[in-house]
């Protein structure tokens, strides 16, 4: 399976980190390697000073799929979850400087974390709210209603490139308020009042 990730999918995430906002969507990939196992702490790795939590809407792709029209894209995915991607900003920041590929920086092993998937049938996914929490205190609130390319479109954009296959997780971008993770922390995600993930930093 692989993994597929939006970049600057919210305004304000955008503004935030002083990103242009872009023509098209940012695509970026994970390896498989790189998802968090079920229940276990994220490690903050060595390499980095500045690891940063970006919740997320998981998509979970349900058949094959290739040039996906935009209208046809929801007979593609059944569930929807909450995950977070992970990003070591300061290696994030060498790369963008020097226009370098940001795999270091994004697909790292732990670096993907999924959590509950839920049947799409139980949200209105154009007005789906999600939060995440570190250590009870809110730190972004994010609404799919905000997104610059809805799920639909995500699909229909992706599927150009990459061959879309059952199990596939597309990760849709992060809303404002992406911070950095200490050991010890505990990061609490939900969507719609559901507690969706639950992960201790160490
Ligand atoms: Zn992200």
């Known amino acids: 399976m692989k993994i597929i990730c939006i970049g600057r999918n919210y305004a304000k995430h955008i503004a935030e980190l002083n990103n242009e906002r872009p023509a098209h969507p940012v695509v ?41 029209e ?23 920041e060498q790369c963008k400087e020097k226009g370098l590929p940001w795999e270091k ?21 154009t007005n789906l709210n999600f939060t995440l929490r570190k250590n009870d205190t809110l730190v972004q609130d994010g609404n799919t209603a905000s997104m610059l390319w809805k799920i639909d479109a995500i699909i229909a954009y992706v599927s150009q490139y990459f061959t879309l296959k059952k199990g596939d ?32 930093i160490k």
């Open 28 to 68: 970026f990939l994970k390896p498989d390697s790189a998802i968090l196992p079920t229940k276990m702490p994220f490690f903050i790795p060595p390499f980095s000073n500045d690891i940063h939590y970006e919740v997320e809407v998981l998509v979970k792709i349900n058949k094959v799929g290739k040039y996906i």
């Open 70 to 92: 935009e209208k046809f894209a929801p007979k593609y995915y059944d569930e929807i979850g909450l995950g977070i991607d992970f990003t070591a900003r300061d290696i994030q």
């Open 105 to 125: 920086a994004k697909g790292f092993d732990g670096s993907a974390v999924i959590g509950t998937f839920y049947p799409k049938t139980d949200f209105d996914l």
């Open 169 to 200: 997780i597309i990760f849709t971008g992060t809303p404002a308020g992406v911070g950095k993770v200490v050991a010890e922390d505990v990061l609490v995600g939900e969507i719609e009042g559901r507690e969706a993930l639950r992960l201790k």
